[in-house]
T-cell receptor
């Protein structure tokens, strides 16, 4: 119930292409859906986040698409660059008394020049 | 910028040793978290704290304890280290009710032999 399922585990994209990472959840109590980006040797950093009452959010080349009825959300990276090569984690936040973040298993993205 | 620092980047300990991992944040954040990161499993929450001297169990607290005597410092303790605790340990902090925007330290790679 509290899991967030993420796919694919790894992804190779050519420079300039679109990278797409998908996540699915079951618990309708989740109230915020952030994406984190982690470079080698660094801790994860918040990239972009969306509330469930919004279907899409765009920040630069990064877009979150949210499908509440299907309980799915995805990260799209447009015009992917080698500098985007990193591990990406989707997550879901539960507020209230529980107050924690549930992370997906991560996607290792490699953008080839 | 928020800065979260962890006492060691790499640590090698023997089975049965008591291990202390220290985390300090400099932005007066109320919430602090300890995660472990393992390939294919993502980030799993060990313990978190929303106030000084307060602690809450996360998803995998067995074999760990924590201490938060000051607002800026959150320690993770392995009472008797075991080989299955070999992992990357990440500390994070967040402000008030904002549990989805967490700031991570660089991590401590712990090897238990």
């Amino acid at each position: 119930q509290q899991q967030v399922k993420q796919s694919p585990q790894s992804l190779i994209v050519q420079k300039g292409g679109i990278s797409i990472i998908n996540c699915a959840y079951e618990n309708t109590a989740f109230d915020y859906f952030p994406w984190y980006q982690q470079f080698p040797g660094k801790g994860p950093a918040l990239l972009i986040a969306i509330r469930p009452d919004v279907s899409e959010k765009k920040e630069g080349r990064f877009t979150i698409s949210f499908n509440k009825s299907a309980k799915q959300f995805s990260l799209h990276i447009m015009d992917s660059q080698p500098g985007d090569s990193a591990t990406y984690f989707c997550a879901a936040s539960i507020g209230g008394a529980t107050n924690k973040l549930i992370f997906g298993t991560g996607t290792l993205l490699a953008v080839q020049p | 910028d928020v800065k979260v620092t962890q006492s060691s980047r790499y640590l090698v300990k023997r089975t049965g040793e008591k291990v202390f991992l220290e985390c300090v944040q400099d932005m007066d954040h109320e919430n602090m978290f300890w995660y472990r990161q393992d390939p294919g499993l993502g980030l799993r929450l060990i313990y978190f704290s929303y106030d000084v001297k307060m602690k809450e169990k996360g998803d995998i607290p067995e074999g760990y304890s924590v201490s938060r005597e000051k607002k800026e410092r959150f320690s993770l303790i392995l009472e008797s280290a075991s080989t299955n605790q070999t992992s990357m340990y990440l500390c994070a902090s967040s402000l008030g009710q904002n549990f989805y925007e967490q700031y991570f330290g660089p991590g401590t790679r712990l090897t238990v032999t």
